[in-house]
């Protein structure tokens, strides 16, 4: 373990989305570089993604019984979590902007100091403009990365 504080953790991140419709399923898997830090009562994950549109940045923001995940840059989105609370979210478009719902069902974060790895597990269902979009499990895992 590093003597860089916590605030300011470079992590390999591995983000797995499993996305159940009905009886259809779908994976999607990334594997990013980016930074973990906490700040006040919140705990942070940030990281860049490259997709069809372009670059976006992600930040995951959990506490203990909220979280939040926001994009920027090439998709601009905004996607609120309680548990077992129904939140209205966001995700804008060059079409327009399209409105979303949460209903979190699972909301769990891990961080070890010693080994500087963690995880965060969202459970949430999905709706996006009033129509069922799926149940979305999303797991993260993370690890320190020594930077070259």
Do not use: C
């Amino acid at each position: 373990m590093s003597t860089r504080p916590a605030e300011q953790l470079p992590v390999k991140i591995k983000v797995k989305t499993d996305i159940r419709d009905g009886r259809n399923k779908d994976t999607f898997e990334l594997v990013a570089f980016g930074r973990y830090y906490i700040k006040e009562n919140a705990r942070f994950l940030q990281y860049d993604e490259a997709m069809d549109e372009g670059m976006a940045k992600t930040i995951i923001k959990v506490s203990d019984n909220e979280g939040l995940i926001l994009r920027s840059g090439a998709v601009k989105m905004r996607l609120p979590f309680i548990m077992n609370k129904k939140l209205k979210g966001s995700y804008h478009t060059p079409y327009g902007v399209f409105e979303m719902d949460t209903m979190t069902k699972r909301l769990d974060h891990q961080f070890d100091a010693q080994t500087g790895s963690g995880s965060i597990e969202l459970l949430y269902e999905l709706k996006m403009q009033g129509a069922n979009s799926g149940t979305y499990h999303l797991s993260i895992t993370f690890e320190e990365e020594e930077e070259q």
